[in-house]
C-alpha cells in the first residue's frame, strides 16, 4: 500500500478500544504522522499483533512483559530522525528492536524495528578491516559477502540472521574470536533521541571509518550496554579478520576443570587461538544430538536420570576443551604443537579423532564454526530435533581466573547438594587474552507447569541472595552475575536491607546526566529504568 497524502486522511491502523489510557499509549493524532511519514505497510498499531516484538529470543515465559503499543519500520536515518521529533512531540515511550525484540516492555510504548528495513552493507573495506552496515545487517549476510574475499566477521552460537550491530556492538556477544578480541566497533552512527545525527572516531571528523581516533574522547562506548536508552544507532563500523592461510582446531578430553582452566588460560594468554573453551560432557551431549538430526536425545535423557554431576560413561570425558586456530600455515602448525604439549603437561588426552567419531554432531557444528568459520547457526525453536528442551535458565558469571575455578566447584556443589538438581551443563570461555572468564551453567527445569516454574524463580533468587551474601563476597571478590541489575547487593553493614552500598565511585549519577542530556523528555524505554525487573 502506497503511503496516505497527509496525516488526516488515514486512521492507519487503530490502537485496540477499551484499555485504560497510560503514559504508554500512542496518541491516535501522532498514529497518523507515523503512518503519513513511513506509509501504513510500515506501522502497526494493533496490539495484539505485537507480542513478537515483546520478548528475546528465548520467549517469554520468565519475563512479565506486555505486548508494545506499537510499532514503526523505518529504512532510512532520515526516517528516524522524524520518528523521534514525533515521539518527542507527544512524549511517546520508545523502545528500540534489533532482531529479537527489546525484550523489556514492561509497559509497552512504540518499538521503532531497526532491522526488518535497514539492512544496506555500505562498504566492505579488507584492507583496512571493516564493513559499515546499518542495524538490519545479519551475521549471515556479512560473511556471503566477505568470505569471498577471505575475510569473515566474528558471531557467537547465535542464528545466522540475527544483527551484527546488536550482538556484536551494542549486546556485546561473546563470539568465536573473543579471546583475540573483544572490541568489534570501530564507529558509530547514532540519532539522539532528539532527533539529530552524529558518528564517532574518524568518521565524526569528516574521514572514512578506519580508527576510533585519539584526538576526540571516544564516544562510541556511549551506546554499548545502553539499552537502547541513549538513541537509535542507524550505521556501525565493524571490524572483519583474514580467514588465514589455514585452519586447525586442537581437542583435549580432561578429568579436571582446573586443569581445564588452566590450558584453556595459558593459551589465550599467549593469543595463540581464535578462541578457547570448556564445554561439559552434557554440554557437549546436548549440542550432539542437536546437530545430528535429534540422534542421541534418549541418551542424553537417560543420562539426565542416572549421571551425578561429572559423572560420565566410560570412554568419555566429564569435559572436553578445545583452541580454535587460525593463521599463516607455519603459525597454525606451531600453535598447534604448543597447544597439544601444554595439554598433555596438565594432563589432557588429545581426542581429535576420538571426538569426531563419539559425538559426530558436535564435530559438525565446530568444524563449520571454529575451523571454517561459517555460521551454522541454532535454531530457536523448542524441540528435541533443535536442542532446546523448553528450558533455558542459565547462571551466567563473569569473573576472572581465580574466581572463576574456585566458583565452579562451589555452583556445581550447591546445585546438587542444595537443590537435588543432577543436570548441569556448562561451558567456559575466556576474553580479552584470558582477562575475563564467563562461565555458564544451565539447570535442567521444565517450565511449562506453574508449580516448577515457581520452583525455578525460587531457586534463582536464592541464587541470587546467595551472591549477595558478605560471605559470598568475601570468597569470591570478583564474581560479577550477568543482567546484574537482577541482583541487590545488601549493605554490609545490614545484610538485610536489600539495599546496594553506596560506592563513591559509583559512575551511574554521570551516566543519569548524560542520559538527561541527550533526551530530555525521558522517552527512551523510561519503563525499565523505573521498574527494573518486576519481582
Ligand atoms: C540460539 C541463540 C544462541 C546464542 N548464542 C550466543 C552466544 O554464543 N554468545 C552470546 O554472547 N550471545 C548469544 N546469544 C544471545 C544473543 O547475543 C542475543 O540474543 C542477541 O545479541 C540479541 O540481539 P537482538 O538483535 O535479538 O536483540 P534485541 O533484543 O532486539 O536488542 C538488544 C538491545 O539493543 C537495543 N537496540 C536494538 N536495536 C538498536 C539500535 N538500532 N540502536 C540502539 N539500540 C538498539 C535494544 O533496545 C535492546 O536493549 C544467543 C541467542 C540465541 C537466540
Known amino acids: 500500500m502506497s503511503a496516505p497524502k497527509s496525516p488526516t486522511t488515514t486512521t492507519g491502523k487503530q490502537a485496540t478500544k477499551n484499555q485504560t489510557k497510560t503514559k504508554y499509549e500512542i496518541p491516535q493524532v501522532a498514529q497518523k504522522e507515523l503512518t503519513y511519514l513511513l506509509g501504513e505497510k510500515n506501522v502497526c498499531f494493533t496490539r495484539e499483533l505485537l507480542s513478537v516484538y515483546r520478548d528475546m529470543a528465548w520467549g517469554p515465559w520468565v519475563r512479565q512483559t506486555v505486548n508494545p503499543h506499537g510499532m514503526v519500520q523505518p529504512k532510512t536515518n532520515k526516517e528516524v530522525q522524524e520518528i523521534l521529533k514525533i515521539a518527542n512531540k507527544y512524549k511517546i515511550p520508545i523502545l528500540l528492536s534489533g532482531t529479537s525484540g527489546p525484550g523489556f516492555t514492561w509497559k509497552g510504548g512504540l518499538v521503532i524495528d531497526t532491522y526488518s528495513r535497514m539492512r544496506k552493507i555500505h562498504k566492505i573495506d579488507t584492507e583496512s578491516g571493516y564493513v559499515v552496515v546499518e542495524p538490519g545487517v545479519s551475521n549471515g549476510q556479512i560473511l556471503k559477502a566477505i568470505r569471498p574475499l577471505g575475510y569473515w566477521i566474528s558471531f557467537g552460537s547465535y542464528p545466522p540472521d540475527i544483527s551484527s550491530l546488536v550482538s556484536l556492538y551494542l549486546m556485546q556477544a561473546d563470539t568465536n574470536i573473543i579471546g583475540k578480541e573483544h572490541d568489534f566497533c570501530i564507529g558509530i552512527e547514532a540519532v539522539l533521541p532528539t532527533g539529530e545525527i552524529i558518528r564517532t572516531g574518524t568518521a565524526g571528523l569528516g574521514y572514512d571509518w578506519w580508527a576510533e581516533t585519539r584526538s576526540i574522547p571516544v564516544l562510541k562506548g556511549l551506546w554499548s550496554g545502553a539499552m537502547g536508552t541513549m538513541g537509535v544507532i ?48 552434557r554440554w557437549t551431549q546436548w549440542q550432539n544430538y542437536a546437530h545430528d538430526n535429534g540422534v542421541g536425545f534418549m541418551k542424553y535423557i537417560n543420562d539426565t536420570l542416572t549421571l551425578k554431576p561429572d559423572q560420565v560413561p566410560l570412554g568419555y570425558y566429564p569435559m572436553y576443551a578445545f583452541a580454535s586456530i587460525s593463521g599463516f600455515r607455519e603459525q597454525v602448525e606451531g600453535n598447534v604443537k604448543a597447544c597439544q604439549r601444554l595439554a598433555k603437561e596438565l594432563g589432557g588426552e588429545i581426542v581429535n579423532e576420538k571426538f569426531k567419531k563419539q559425538w559426530p554432531g558436535t564435530w559438525h557444528k565446530w568444524d563449520e564454526m571454529f575451523v571454517d568459520h561459517i555460521n551454522p547457526g541454532m535454531a530457536k525453536r523448542t524441540s528435541h530435533v533443535y536442542g532446546i528442551e523448553s528450558s533455558e535458565q ?142
Open 394 to 535: 542459565s547462571f551466567i558469571a563473569i569473573t576472572n581466573i581465580r574466581d572463576g575455578k574456585k566458583f565452579h566447584h562451589a555452583v556445581m556443589k550447591r546445585f546438587y547438594e542444595k537443590y537435588g538438581i543432577r543436570h548441569v551443563r556448562y561451558y567456559a570461555r575466556q576474553r580479552d587474552h584470558g582477562r575475563v572468564s564467563f562461565q555458564r551453567y544451565v539447570y535442567m527445569h521444565d517450565k511449562f507447569d506453574k508449580e516448577t516454574l515457581d520452583r525455578e524463580i525460587a531457586l534463582e533468587r536464592d541464587m541470587d541472595k546467595w551472591i549477595s551474601t558478605p560471605e559470598f563476597k568475601k570468597e569470591f571478590p570478583n564474581i560479577t552475575k550477568m543482567v546484574a541489575h537482577t541482583v541487590e547487593i545488601p549493605d554490609e553493614n545490614d545484610p538485610d536491607s536489600g539495599k546496594k552500598p553506596k560506592l563513591s565511585y559509583d559512575p551511574s549519577w554521570l551516566i543519569e546526566k548524560i542520559r538527561k542530556a541527550v533526551d530530555p523528555n525521558n522517552i527512551m524505554d523510561p519503563a525499565s529504568r523505573e521498574m527494573g525487573p518486576p519481582e
Open 234 to 281: 542507524t550505521k556501525a563500523a565493524l571490524r572483519i579478520h583474514p580467514l588465514g592461510e589455514a585452519q586447525d582446531i586442537v581437542i583435549v578430553g580432561f578429568n579436571n576443570f582446573d586443569e581445564a582452566m588452566l590450558w584453556t588460560h595459558k593459551v589465550t594468554k599467549e593469543l595463540m587461538a581464535n578462541t578457547c573453551m570448556i564445554w561439559s560432557y
